[in-house]
């Protein structure tokens, strides 16, 4: 019995020892506790010394106590208000007087563009007919010539008096001739100096285009086209006659086929064009014309099935729907086409690129 009391004392010792023990580790966890935050305190008290020593260098609040300038902003809305002093915008309203700028930008100063358009025509040639899209440069023959290269068919050749208003007609001495059989089929441009421009490296189909193109076609006596004219250039030949209507021609074909011209040829067109008031071709005095009769029965004369003559009256000839134009159409319908500014259905035709000529 006695040895079962002292094993519960022991027990009862052992227990209070354990809750003393215990009891201490906890006083002693709470004493850690306590100095860590202790020590985040006085770390936060520093800071906040710290905080408080930088404020007075940024000494804005002084700038608080500048609270009076919002009342001196609002003394300034009075100030505003003499926005009614600025209201003389009846002073502005001298608007009138700015209306005058409407006057400087007298835009009928610029409508009249449209009559620099209207001048273009005799613009263009002072810029030698756009040269600027031609290139300059030698001449040079990059492939064997041969006229059989360039085959033309003499069928074309009523379609040129056609373009001619329906004269069998030399624009370059002015001759008036009785037939086709006195004249020679005529490249205003020369095969040969095509040639030599850039269709050496052309196609067949190209080079045929070009030999029958009515841009590049009207009549000579043989004795110019072969002996005088032959094959040369700008800068080696001209016309008596007819100088601004050849020229012309030639910087149109010469754009058309992209072909270049060399320097002399361009300072030729330039000297020829500036001086250039019309790019017509010029006829000299029908008084010295041959009859129509003598004309070939192979060339149309200028006159349509029911009698019109249509170098009077070419709506009749050609305006076949009777709208008072001439579309290309029925300028290829009647074989008139291209259409240069000389031919009487020129002037009821729509040339919107204003180049001389008409669904070329």
């Known amino acids: ?66 609270s009076p300038e919002p009342t001196a902003t609002r003394t300034h809305r009075p100030t505003n208000t003499p926005a009614p002093t600025n209201t003389p915008a009846p002073t502005n309203t001298p608007g009138p007087t700015a209306t005058p700028s409407l006057t400087r930008t007298p835009r009928p100063t610029n409508t009249p563009t449209p009559t620099r358009a209207r001048v273009q025509p005799t613009a263009t040639p002072s810029n030698g007919g756009n040269l ?6 030698p001449e040079n023959r ?13 069928s074309v050749e009523p379609h040129i008096v056609n373009q001619q208003g329906g004269r069998i007609y030399g624009p370059y001495t002015g001759t008036y001739f009785a037939s086709i059989r006195e004249t020679d089929i005529e490249h205003i441009v020369a095969r040969s100096e095509a040639h030599d421009s850039g269709l050496c490296a052309a196609s067949s189909a190209t ?18 086209n072969r002996h005088q004219k032959v094959d040369k250039d700008l800068a080696q030949w001209l016309p008596v006659l007819n100088q601004c209507w050849y ?5 149109l074909v010469k754009r058309k086929y992209n072909l270049s011209m060399d320097q002399a040829e361009a300072d030729t067109a330039r000297r020829v064009l500036v001086r250039c008031s019309s790019m017509q071709m010029q006829f ?53 086409a291209p259409v240069p500014r000389g031919h009487p259905a020129y002037q ?11 669904c070329e």
Request: glycine share 6%.
């Open 348 to 358: 009821y035709m729509r040339d919107g690129d204003s180049d001389g000529v008409v």
């Open 207 to 224: 080079r045929r285009n070009f030999a029958n193109d009515l841009l590049n076609l009207t009549l000579a006596s043989p004795s110019v």
């Open 132 to 137: 600027s899209s031609i290139r300059i440069e």
């Open 1 to 66: 019995m006695k040895s079962f009391f002292r094993f519960v004392l022991r027990l009862f010792l052992f227990a209070a020892f354990a809750a003393v023990l215990i009891l201490l580790i906890g006083v002693f966890l709470q004493a850690q506790t306590l100095s860590t935050q202790v020590d985040e305190l006085t770390a936060r008290v520093q800071r906040l010394e710290e905080a408080n020593a930088a404020r007075p260098a940024p000494a804005a609040q002084p700038t608080r106590t500048s």
């Open 247 to 251: 020229v012309n021609r030639v910087v």
């Open 142 to 154: 990059c492939s064997h010539y041969d006229s059989d290269l360039y085959p033309y068919s003499q």
């Open 284 to 336: 000299t005095d029908p008084g010295s014309a041959p009859p129509l009769a003598n004309m070939p029965t192979s060339v149309p004369p200028p006159q349509s099935g029911s009698g019109t003559d249509c170098a009077r009256d070419p709506l009749g000839c050609y305006d076949d729907n009777n709208n008072g134009r001439i579309t290309c159409a029925e300028a290829r319908r009647h074989g008139i």
